[in-house]
């Protein structure tokens, strides 16, 4: 299916490039319903890969390219069950996540992430499994996870580590704040910064640059280059759900999504 | 190197936040809760501290603003880290 629109996101193949566009409002948010699009897509490309040279993520949402996980869904979801139902739903939903983010990972095609706006949580995991983020220069990424007691669950801190030098990592997620585009372009995190509302266009150029190159070559360099790194995803997948599990992450999830302040995020 | 007052610095933050959303800068004051005033969210509030970081050249991390509502204590943040 070289074409496809759902009701969080859409997809169109053309000429060596695919591109994926997130369109779920309020901001992307990652619920079952982005879930099981990206999912359907990462089926997709399997056939057409062999046809692909890149695939842009982008958002059409203005408020920016994710802000992670759907905390509302998740929250509601996790209370209406009994605490084991719980853990074992989480547990399939962060499977679900990873599966997905391992698929785009290992891509036999250039992966690029044009982001603006916020890349949080789960936003920046997602843009984290592609081969080059491009950012719009008013872009913000952030891991808020530990304000909520948790850590990242779709990839976060494996991927992470595999790019940039551990101390920014550790400011990063250990004091959950933002940064903006140019501190992310100097850390290395962001491969290319754009002017605003530039970052798609941006993109274009550079996936219309990457079909250039032989395949075969292109696949091996980013075999080489991007290993996926397994063992510390697995690692992950379990300290996630052993925090999940503590009754402090549903507490702080329930201040989170019944919070009227005006900076909800923050506890 | 030209240092900012911190009423200098206070009137740039209530032109950016004035241009970035729209409003006449001459209906903002620098005690205004900037929440209420330009009825924004917090994702709105991240685009202003984009714009903020980006003017100044600085970095204005999330918990240094955490509780600020005002464009005059928003500024005195901002002149710590100039």
């Avoid at chain 1, 004091?175 to 372009?185: F, K, L, W």
């Avoid at chain 1, 091996?220 to 992950?236: C, D, M, N, S, T």
């Avoid at chain 2, 980006?54 to 240094?64: A, Q, R, S």
Wanted: glycine share 8%; proline share 3%.
């Amino acid at each position: 299916m070289k074409s496809f629109s759902g009701k969080a996101l859409r997809w169109e193949w053309r000429e060596g490039v695919v591109e994926l566009t997130l369109d779920r409002e309020p901001a992307n948010e990652i619920g079952t319903v982005l879930l099981g699009e990206l999912e359907q897509f990462v089926a997709a490309t399997k056939s057409f890969e062999s046809e692909t040279a890149a695939c842009i993520i982008s958002s059409a949402q203005k408020r920016g390219f994710s802000a992670g996980a759907d905390l509302r869904e998740l929250y509601y979801g996790a209370v209406a069950l009994a605490e084991k139902e719980r853990n074992a739903g989480v547990r399939d939903f962060v499977e679900r996540c990873h599966a997905v983010a391992n698929a785009i990972d290992a891509a036999p095609f250039v992966t690029i992430a044009a982001v603006h706006g916020v890349c949080f949580g789960g936003g920046l995991e997602l843009a984290l499994t592609c081969d080059i983020i491009i950012a719009d220069k008013m872009a913000r990424f952030a891991f808020p996870e530990l304000r909520l007691g948790l850590i990242p669950g779709f990839g976060g801190i494996p991927r992470l580590k595999r790019d940039l030098g551990n101390g920014f990592v550790r400011d990063l997620l250990l004091t959950g704040r933002s940064v903006n585009a140019a501190r992310a372009q100097a850390v290395g995190l962001v491969a290319q910064l754009a002017g605003e509302g530039e970052a798609l266009k941006v993109a274009r150029a550079t996936a219309a640059q990457v079909t250039k190159f032989d395949q075969a070559a292109r696949v091996a360099a980013k075999k080489f280059i991007k290993p996926v790194p397994h063992a510390e995803l697995r690692q992950e997948v379990e300290i996630f759900c052993e925090l999940f599990a503590r009754a402090t992450v549903l507490a702080a999830l329930k201040k989170f999504v019944e919070s009227t302040d005006a900076m909800p995020y923050l506890p | 190197m030209h240092m900012r007052t911190l009423d200098q610095t206070t009137q740039e933050v209530v032109d950016l936040a004035s241009k970035h959303f729209n409003v006449p800068a001459g209906s903002l004051a620098p005690s205004d809760d900037f929440f209420k005033k330009l009825g924004i969210d917090s994702l709105q509030a991240l685009e202003l501290l984009s714009r903020l970081e980006n003017h100044f050249g600085i970095e204005l991390p999330d918990y240094e603003v955490q509780g600020v509502s005002d464009f005059r204590t928003l500024a005195e943040r901002i002149q710590s880290r100039l």
